[in-house]
């Protein structure tokens, strides 16, 4: 365990240090669009296992893996029209596609959680990105906080949850979706396993067909699927137009409120706020928070999921 994390600037020497460490079997946070990743290469066993220990995370909960272009991602997936239509329309973007895992990919089983499938994206972060180019290997990265908490969009973020077990912070500034990746299941026909950062509608239109959704009671098959998840220590109330005394309202549209995802009702500024606004509401005080109504249609869906989760009852 590192005695302490340092904090690294997106410079060539920050990403030389970076990628030494990740060499090394170390871990290094990094920013992509949609939140910050916690990375380790996706080929060591010891790296891997590292990511779930520093995070909590159930190793039963199989982690994306990052990696810098298409032609990358072959080398690890059985690739598909579906994924090649997506993937030109998508990548580099807020897009995580599950595969059927190529043999002999060399891919750590702990990163797939032995399943016969794996999570793979391109980011668009121009961070993420020189990482990736500079390391030259598959990235395992799920976001960079504990396990169940609020996902952070600014280093400070990532440093408050996990400073002291991890190596090392790649400072990239604030994130700019807000919301994790769209996942999208590509092994037996289309399936919306997370809403994220990209709607399902543009993956709709881009398949020429409607997708299929992930159940409640269906088997974990990708990440963001536990029922509680991404909650601040608070306790969490969902569609209130009527906050009760004691409850910090987290408002979308003209309310009065203690602070707003979007004032003017945009969906993506409300996303782009949402874990922010969380983690503030969340370092101010213990009183429990009240959310407004958020319309289920484009990112609102990924809002929506996100906001379910926070405020379900805490998982064990």
Not at 73 to 88: F, G, I, K
Not at 270 to 284: Q, S, W
């Amino acid at each position: 365990m590192p005695q302490s994390t340092q904090i690294l600037m997106p410079d060539a020497d920050g990403f030389e240090v970076a990628s030494r460490i990740l060499k090394s079997g170390g871990l290094v946070a990094f920013p992509t669009e949609t939140v910050y990743g916690l990375g380790g290469d996706a080929r060591n066993d010891h790296a891997v296992a590292r990511i779930f220990e520093a995070k909590g995370r159930p190793r039963f909960n199989p982690l994306i893996v990052h990696v810098p272009d298409v032609e990358t991602a072959r080398n690890y997936v059985e690739w598909t029209d579906d994924a090649d239509r997506l993937a030109s329309a998508f990548w580099p973007g807020p897009l995580t596609m599950v595969l059927p895992l190529k043999p002999g990919a060399g891919l750590s089983p702990l990163v797939t959680a032995d399943l016969p499938t794996v999570a793979i994206r391109v980011p668009a972060h121009p961070v993420a990105r020189e990482l990736l180019q500079t390391f030259g290997g598959p990235v395992a990265a799920p976001s960079a906080n504990p396990s169940g908490r609020i996902s952070p969009t600014e280093a400070a973020h990532v440093a408050a949850g996990l400073s002291g077990r991890i190596e090392a912070i790649l400072d990239g500034g604030a994130c700019d979706v807000g919301v994790e990746s769209t996942i999208l299941g590509l092994a037996d026909g289309p399936t919306l396993l997370r809403p994220g950062g990209l709607p399902q509608e543009a993956l709709e239109e881009a398949l020429h067909q409607p997708l299929t959704r992930h159940g409640a009671g269906d088997p974990h098959t990708a990440p963001g699927q536990m029922t509680s998840h991404y909650a601040p220590g608070a306790p969490v109330r969902l569609n209130v137009t009527d906050p009760r005394p004691g409850e910090r309202l987290l408002g979308f549209g003209p309310v009065e409120c203690e602070l707003n995802l979007s004032y003017a009702g945009d969906m993506t500024e409300a996303a782009a706020n949402l874990f922010h606004h969380l983690h503030a509401l969340d370092a101010e005080g213990e009183g429990p928070i009240a959310v407004s109504p958020i319309p289920e249609t484009g990112l609102g869906l990924a809002i929506n999921d996100r906001l379910r989760r926070a405020a379900a009852p805490r998982e064990t």
